[in-house]
C-alpha cells in the first residue's frame, strides 16, 4: 500500500523540496542573509535602551530592554574569552551580548543577530561593499579575531564593525586586497561606552 500525503501537509512538503533545490544557475537556493525587522537599533548613544550608564546586571539590562530576557555566557572578544550578559528577545534568539566594564557599568555590547541595525543601516550579513566601509577605516583583527577586518562605522567613534572574510587564509598581519574584502560578511555590530 502506498502512503499519500495529507492535503494538508502537501504545501509544506513542496516548501521543503524547494529551499533544498538549487537554482538555475546550479547553486543552493539563497536564504535571506539579513532583514528589515528591527529588534534594537545600535547607535553612537548606545544599543536599544542600554546607555554607558547602564549598569551590568541582568536586571538593569532587562529593564533597559523591555521584552528581553538574559542570562550569563562566555563568548570571544578579540582578545579573549570572557563572561557576558546575552540578551536574548521574546523567541529566545540572542540580539546582544554586554561586556562589563569599569565601575560596574557596561562596557560593551555587541549586536550579533541580523535583526538590528547599525547606526548607517548596517546589518549583520551585509558585505563590505553593501555598507560601504572605507579601507582607511579598518584595521586586521588579531587573537581570536585574527585575519578579519576592524572597522569604525562611519561617523562614528564608538560604533565598530567586524567583518569576516570568506576563505582568507592570511597573511593575517594585513588586511587582503580590496577585492576579496569587498564580499566580508559583517559578523558583529559593537557599541562602546568610551
Same mark, same amino acid.
Given at each position: 500500500m502506498r502512503s499519500r500525503l495529507s492535503p494538508l501537509l502537501a504545501p509544506l512538503a513542496l516548501l521543503a523540496l524547494a529551499a533544498c533545490s538549487p537554482t538555475l544557475d546550479g547553486g543552493p537556493v539563497q536564504?535571506?542573509?539579513?532583514?528589515?525587522?528591527t529588534l534594537v537599533k545600535i547607535t553612537e548613544q548606545g544599543a536599544g535602551g542600554l546607555t554607558a550608564?547602564?549598569?551590568?546586571? *541582568?536586571?538593569?539590562? *532587562?529593564? +533597559?530592554?523591555? %521584552?528581553f530576557t538574559t542570562e550569563g555566557f562566555q563568548s570571544a572578544t578579540e582578545t579573549r574569552t570572557e563572561w557576558a550578559i546575552g540578551a536574548f528577545n521574546s523567541d529566545g534568539f540572542q540580539v546582544l551580548q554586554v561586556?562589563?566594564? +569599569? %565601575?560596574?557599568?557596561i562596557r560593551e555590547v555587541h549586536g550579533v543577530t541580523h535583526h538590528l541595525e547599525g547606526p548607517n543601516g548596517e546589518r549583520i550579513g551585509?558585505?563590505? +561593499?553593501?555598507?560601504?566601509?572605507?579601507? %582607511?577605516?579598518?584595521r586586521v583583527g588579531k587573537s581570536l579575531w585574527r585575519g578579519m577586518a576592524i572597522c569604525k562605522a562611519r561617523g562614528s567613534q564608538r560604533v565598530t564593525l567586524v567583518y569576516a572574510i570568506s576563505q582568507y587564509d592570511g597573511p593575517f598581519d594585513r588586511l587582503p586586497a580590496s577585492d576579496k574584502l569587498r564580499g566580508a560578511a559583517l559578523q558583529r555590530i559593537i557599541w562602546s561606552a568610551s
Open positions: 536564504i535571506a542573509r539579513t532583514s528589515d525587522v550608564d547602564t549598569p551590568y546586571s *541582568q536586571k538593569a539590562i *532587562q529593564q +533597559a530592554l523591555p %521584552g561586556f562589563k566594564g +569599569a %565601575g560596574g557599568k551585509m558585505t563590505f +561593499a553593501e555598507v560601504g566601509s572605507a579601507l %582607511g577605516d579598518c
